[in-house]
């Protein structure tokens, strides 16, 4: 699938007070709490149900939902995924932002085909929960790589 021919959706981003390696550990991390267990991926039809691969993450590493496709340490994860109602890439990017501070973004793209796809759109994207969930995630890997940062 390629990533830069799906839609846009959206972007978000969060100031980390930790270095590019000490996110990139975290944002794997994350992801495998986040979307542990695949409930939420066998009940949509998700390609991908199950985590596997090499931790951290590595092109050809799975969690439920989610096929990693690029994975640059402490600079780039690239995650496909397909269900019934969607075709769907996010790419997480870290910038460096100062001496030991990461800029971390996280950018969806994704296409919503049929009368399936576009209310599944309208449940996820214009409810506010995909935001919601985005923003959780990034608040999480921040605090996980600023408690790894200071030893905890």
């Known amino acids: 699938m390629n990533v830069e021919a799906l839609p846009y959706v959206d972007e978000h981003t969060t100031l980390v007070a930790a270095d590019a390696d000490t996110v990139w550990r975290a944002l794997s991390e994350a992801l495998d709490a986040s979307f542990a267990g695949g409930r939420y991926a066998r009940l949509v039809g998700c390609a991908d149900r199950t985590a596997s691969g090499p931790r951290p993450l590595a092109e050809g590493s799975t969690i439920p939902g989610f096929r990693v496709v690029t994975a640059e340490r402490g600079r780039e994860l690239a995650l496909v995924g397909r269900h019934r109602f969607s075709l769907y890439a996010l790419?997480?990017?870290?910038?460096?932002?100062?001496?030991?501070?990461?800029?971390?973004?996280?950018?969806?793209?994704?296409?919503?085909?049929?009368?399936?796809?576009?209310?599944?759109?309208?449940?996820?994207?214009?409810?506010?929960?995909?935001?919601?969930?985005?923003?959780?995630?990034?608040?999480?890997?921040?605090?996980?790589?600023?408690?790894?940062?200071?030893?905890?």
Do not use: C, K, N
Request: aromatic share 4%; glycine share 20%.
């Open 91 to 152: 790419v997480l990017r870290l910038d460096g932002a100062g001496p030991a501070h990461t800029l971390l973004r996280a950018e969806t793209r994704a296409a919503f085909p049929g009368t399936g796809g576009r209310l599944y759109r309208r449940l996820v994207i214009g409810t506010g929960g995909h935001a919601f969930g985005m923003r959780r995630l990034l608040a999480g890997v921040r605090e996980r790589a600023q408690r790894h940062r200071s030893g905890g």
